[in-house]
């Protein structure tokens, strides 16, 4: 079955580490999100991209950096800049185009020792 | 810009009882709009989905929706609730971003739960 790949489940960063977060997709998507969720904020948009080799910023950007070399994957580095880093991040994909539905991986939980 | 606005944070519900969450947008064109629920600990899945036509959209699990342009409201409907539906849900309004990009924009939430 189709779907999006979130690893690991849960992440644990010491101060002043970078890790990064992994999403995988055999959807055949074109478009990928990365959002962070909060309790009580909802989900707010880091970086997407909609073509390889092209991403843009969302509207949480600063402290956090992606790439995406292949269709396929668009992994969240978290730096040492972000210095709330504690969330539960979530990676999406879609169809290019108006009124597509996001599809959703089943998140990361990222903690601070 | 678009905006969502879920007006309840947490809802509780005897089993079997009929439910509705609330959602209200902003935005200055026909809006795509969605609702999706999330489980603890998991990731969001789509309910349904509202892109023109009829006003009443039906969804999985026996949810609808109604989308009222005059309210700028596309509330979700259940008429009888069991308590596998205790879970968060989220609207979600998807247009163009002011860099011209296709993007959903998402409410806070409205946290249910389930009383047998």
């Known amino acids: 079955d189709g779907g999006i790949t979130q690893s690991p489940k849960y992440l644990f960063r010491k101060e002043g580490q970078n890790v990064t977060l992994s999403c995988e997709q055999n959807?055949?998507?074109?478009?990928m999100y990365w959002y962070r969720q909060d309790p009580g904020q909802g989900l707010r948009l880091i970086y997407y991209?909609?073509?390889?080799?092209?991403?843009q910023k969302g509207d949480i950007a600063e402290g956090y950096s992606v790439s995406r070399e292949k269709k396929e994957s668009f992994p969240l580095t978290v730096t040492s800049a972000q210095k709330n880093p504690t969330a539960f991040y979530l990676c999406?994909?879609?169809?290019?185009?108006?009124?597509?539905?996001?599809?959703f991986g089943d998140g990361t939980r990222l903690s601070i020792l | 810009a678009q905006s969502v606005t879920q007006p309840d944070i947490h809802i509780t519900v005897s089993e079997g009882a009929s439910l509705e969450l609330r959602c209200n947008y902003s935005?200055?064109?026909?809006?795509?709009l969605f609702w999706y629920v999330q489980s603890p600990g998991q990731g969001l899945q789509l309910l349904l989905k509202?892109?023109?036509?009829?006003?009443l959209v039906q969804g999985i699990k026996g949810f609808e929706a109604e989308f009222k342009r005059s309210q700028s409201s596309f509330n979700l409907r259940k008429p009888s609730v069991h308590w596998s539906d205790a879970a968060e849900y989220f609207c979600?309004?998807?247009?163009?971003?002011?860099?011209?990009?296709?993007?959903?924009?998402f409410g806070k939430g409205t946290k249910l739960s389930v009383i047998p």
């Open positions: 999406a994909s879609s169809i290019l185009g108006d009124g597509r539905p996001q599809h």
């Open positions: 959807l055949n998507h074109d478009a």
């Open positions: 991209s909609q073509i390889v080799n092209d991403f």
């Open positions: 935005y200055g064109a026909t809006p795509y």
């Open positions: 509202y892109f023109s036509g009829d006003t």
């Open positions: 979600a309004v998807g247009a163009y971003s002011g860099a011209g990009s296709y993007q959903l924009t």
